[in-house]
């Protein structure tokens, strides 16, 4: 049966052969537009959103000391780096022409990855929604008072549960028992060690499984049904997690304007956001398009052996197609991107938003670790290096999506963000491990 499954749907979509086959591609979303619009979801969700955040902030410097100097703002900074961009390009033998940054997601506060943007907002947006309803807080107070002793009696009676291969099971554990939540993690078999080792030690429970994540989400989800004071944060479905994510394209458009980067005709604007399940990218993507329209180019990055969202946009399919599918193991370096399965909400929202997705390779996210170390002492998670292979992949293989866009002429200007999504968390010997994997497979940049 899985052979006929798979026999059908290599025939009926052609360019699923190379995905079977692992090798790397890019993927141009012919559906992208101009005006990119979904009834799915809206801006006036990202401005509830922030404004919440804000709310919050004065809670989060109590709570969280380190947020004192940022008033209680979880936010990373932009960074140029310039000699990681010259040490891919003598790797890859090409130029990228334009400027080359990093969103340091990677150093965010409290959980240290992306989804200390919308793990901890929905964490923030369900205990207002608590208190509120119990009738101890109001929108217009002081939401410090959260962060006393009454307050966390009032949220042990409740429980956060959540499906994750890590990183975003980490902010709601963090974000959750800091509040005073039970908080119930799912992980499944992709997860590292030390993640899981982090969350109990904060006092969340673990929950491992043999399978892999869409696995663990399910499970998450069904038991969180059975209690009736048990939120389940949805990573494939939920709103309040994209609202988060999307927060972030209001607060990157203010540093591009304290630090002159320009986005408009003469100035293209590239994002690579590595992709799981599509949330994070998805909530980051939306809110860049809608901020700067047509000018802004998003790719999304998968691992060879996972590359669910881009076979979901490639077929249409979503969620109703597998890489199993297409027999693929699921299986790689990038813990983070193991997913099989996308978010048919992402997915469905992203037809029009982002411009393409492409796929990389185990070895090559190796190669970027130990570039990046190698030139600027810089490290992130494999997951986050999918993001360094954004501009060899458009520079490579996109000179058909460069040239359909009237973009080739405008290189020079162009702005290139590699969105950073983990890595200031790993625990030394973990990095030693991951540095080990550079060496092995032979590509340090002495």
Known sequence: MKNKLKHELLNQFPRLNELANKDTVLWENTNWEKKASTNLFSMEEVGEAEETLKRFSSYLTVAFPELLESKGLIESSIQEIPLIKKALEKEFDLLIPGQFILKCDHALPISGSIKARGGIFEVLRHAERLAIASGRLTIEDNYAVLATEDFQTFFQQYTIAVGSTGNLGLSIGIMGKKLGFNVVVHMSS?????????????????????????????????????????????????????????????????????????????????????????????????????????????????????????????????????????????????????????????????????????????????????????????????????????????????????????????????????????????????????????????????
């Open 190 to 446: 992709d997860a590292k060690e030390w993640k899981k080792a982090l969350l109990r030690e904060k006092g969340a429970t673990v929950i491992e499984y043999e399978a892999d994540y869409s696995v663990a989400v399910e499970q998450g989800r069904r038991e969180a049904e059975q209690d009736p004071m048990c939120h389940f944060i949805d990573d494939e479905n939920s709103k309040d997690l994209f609202a988060g994510y999307a927060v972030a394209a209001k607060r990157l458009k203010t540093q591009f304007e304290k630090t002159n980067i320009t986005v408009d005709n003469a100035h293209p604007l590239f994002v690579y956001l590595p992709c799981g399940v599509g949330g994070g990218p998805g909530g980051v993507a939306y809110g860049i398009r809608e901020i700067f329209g047509e000018h802004a180019h998003i790719f999304f990055a998968e691992p060879v052996a996972s590359p669910c969202m881009t076979m979901g946009l490639m077929t249409g399919l979503h969620d109703e197609i597998s890489v199993e599918d297409i027999g693929l193991d699921n299986k790689t370096e990038a813990d983070g991107l193991a997913v099989g399965r996308a978010s048919k909400f992402v997915g469905k929202v992203m037809e029009t938003y982002i411009s393409g997705c492409y796929t990389v390779k185990d070895e090559e996210l190796f190669t970027s670790l130990g570039l990046a170390m190698n030139s600027e002492g810089l490290f992130l998670e494999p997951s986050a290096h999918a993001g360094m292979f954004g501009p060899i992949q458009l520079m490579k293989n996109g000179q058909n999506y460069l040239e359909k866009h009237d973009l080739v002429e405008k290189m020079e200007q162009a702005t290139h963000i590699v969105w950073a999504t983990g890595g200031s968390m790993v625990p030394e010997e973990m990095r030693e491990e991951y540095m080990a994997k550079v060496v092995r497979v032979g590509r340090t940049n002495d």
